[in-house]
């Protein structure tokens, strides 16, 4: 029965991926001929049934922009570049695209120790910090061993530096693995999608109007209350928005 089952679901997958690949080239060629809008159907239809893939977000997101859709546009090279962070050509496409944004938001730049820290904790991903610090053991447990068992003076001192040294550097990486999961766990980019909102000062629609943001513009989510959302801009303003304005980058 269990052997069935897994015949049946291998089939299913199968198909599944078969028909995704065939629509993924139907949606390329309706792209190549110009046809954006139906391209994007077809896009979208592939996304509906769970896949997921830096290619398939660039072209989704390459079709939005022949159509000037900023919001769209930007939104899907952002998940594109959350799947491939070091392609060029997601970067380039998007800079295009940030280009017809409305709101004109200073960055404001990081500097000293916590740029460093920053910059070097988003070097690897959280697990394969953690899988470092477990590299780390391994060689402190190695080099224990060696001080242990060694009867030269000179190979037991390097032994017993070298075991020092590893455990030094495996609570280093172990505490940038903890930092980069708490980074990443606080970190919820999203993309405004309304044409114009109004961003307000308490989580209602009677308080005081702080500013506004349009279309395209990212912004970080810090806190949700009811149907609004806490934002954070690059240049530090906060405000609460409407949830339905705005589209956050990591729902996948």
């Known amino acids: 029965m269990k052997q069935a089952i897994y015949i049946l679901a291998f089939l299913f997958s199968t198909f599944a991926f078969t028909q995704n690949n065939l629509l993924f080239e139907q949606a390329n060629t309706l792209y190549n001929q110009g046809k954006y809008a139906e391209a994007i159907d077809k896009y979208t239809v592939i996304l509906?049934?769970?896949?997921?893939?830096?290619?398939?977000?660039?072209?989704?997101?390459?079709?939005?922009?022949?159509?000037n859709n900023i919001a769209p546009s930007i939104y899907f090279y952002e998940k594109a570049l959350l799947l491939s962070p070091h392609d060029e050509e997601i970067k380039n496409n998007m800079a295009f695209a940030k280009n017809m944004?409305?709101?004109?938001?200073?960055?404001?730049?990081?500097?000293?120790?916590?740029?460093?820290?920053?910059?070097t904790t988003n070097m690897m991903a959280y697990d394969a910090w953690a899988k470092t610090s477990v590299a780390f053991?391994?060689?402190?447990?190695?080099?224990?061993?060696?001080?242990?068992?060694?009867?030269?003076?000179?190979?037991?001192?390097?032994?017993?530096?070298?075991?020092l040294t590893s455990l030094f550097l495996m609570c280093v990486a172990l505490a940038f693995a903890?930092?980069?999961?708490?980074?990443?766990?606080?970190?919820?980019?999203?993309i405004v999608f309304a044409q114009e909102s109004k961003v307000k000062s308490e989580p209602n629609s009677r308080s005081e109007e702080s500013f506004r943001l349009h279309e395209g513009t990212k912004v970080q989510v810090l806190d949700t209350v009811n149907q609004w959302k806490k934002i954070k801009l690059?240049?530090?303003?906060t405000g609460w928005i409407s949830s339905n304005d705005i589209k956050l980058l990591n729902d996948f």
């Open 48 to 67: 509906e049934t769970g896949n997921h893939s830096s290619e398939l977000y660039f072209n989704l997101a390459n079709a939005h922009y022949k159509l």
């Open 234 to 237: 690059a240049d530090g303003k």
């Open 101 to 119: 944004t409305i709101d004109a938001i200073d960055v404001v730049p990081e500097t000293g120790i916590s740029k460093f820290i920053k910059s």
């Open 178 to 190: 903890f930092h980069k999961f708490n980074m990443d766990k606080k970190n919820k980019p999203a």
């Open 137 to 163: 053991v391994l060689c402190f447990v190695i080099l224990f061993l060696i001080y242990y068992f060694a009867y030269s003076t000179i190979n037991k001192r390097l032994a017993f530096i070298g075991s």
